[in-house]
């Protein structure tokens, strides 16, 4: 219980955070957090099938976060700022730059048919298996 929630305290914290974030690198580096939140409340469950999912996201992780922080780069060499108030149009003047990020972002967000989506799908069906027993004996009884 002490694992998962810290776990879970740390995926709101830093999703919070990230919100308010307007340099790139910055952003990303919370929801590193907040990601890292969500690997640690799926060890947190205590299966071997949460352990698993735990150990596949962190895989996923480093790979669409890497293709994050690349494009965060070449928009810094290429724009002088990562301040996302200041830059505009992107897609425009650097489209293989922007079909890398929103390929990276469709991962982290969990979009259907890329990595990010089975990993935490994994994450709650585990999670949803681990409460099975308080969910159904709260709001199942016979009278």
């Known amino acids: 219980m002490l694992v998962g929630g810290v776990g879970v305290a740390t995926l709101l914290v830093g999703a919070v955070i990230a919100l308010f974030k307007h340099d790139l ?38 790979i669409f976060k890497a293709g994050l922080f690349m494009a965060a780069g070449i928009i810094d060499h290429e724009c002088g700022t990562r301040d996302m108030r200041r830059i505009n149009g992107l897609w425009k003047f650097m489209p293989h730059t922007a079909v890398l990020a929103m390929v990276a972002a469709a991962a982290m967000a ?34």
């Open 110 to 143: 969990g979009v259907p048919l890329f990595n990010g989506f089975l990993s935490k799908e994994m994450f709650f069906t585990e999670a949803f298996a681990a409460g099975a027993p308080y969910i159904t004996a709260g709001c199942c009884r016979s009278p």
């Open 25 to 62: 690198k910055g952003l990303l580096a919370y929801s590193t957090i907040s990601h890292l939140g969500l690997i640690t409340a799926l060890f947190g469950i205590g299966t071997p099938l949460a352990a698993v999912a735990g150990v596949f996201h962190i895989i996923n992780h480093a």
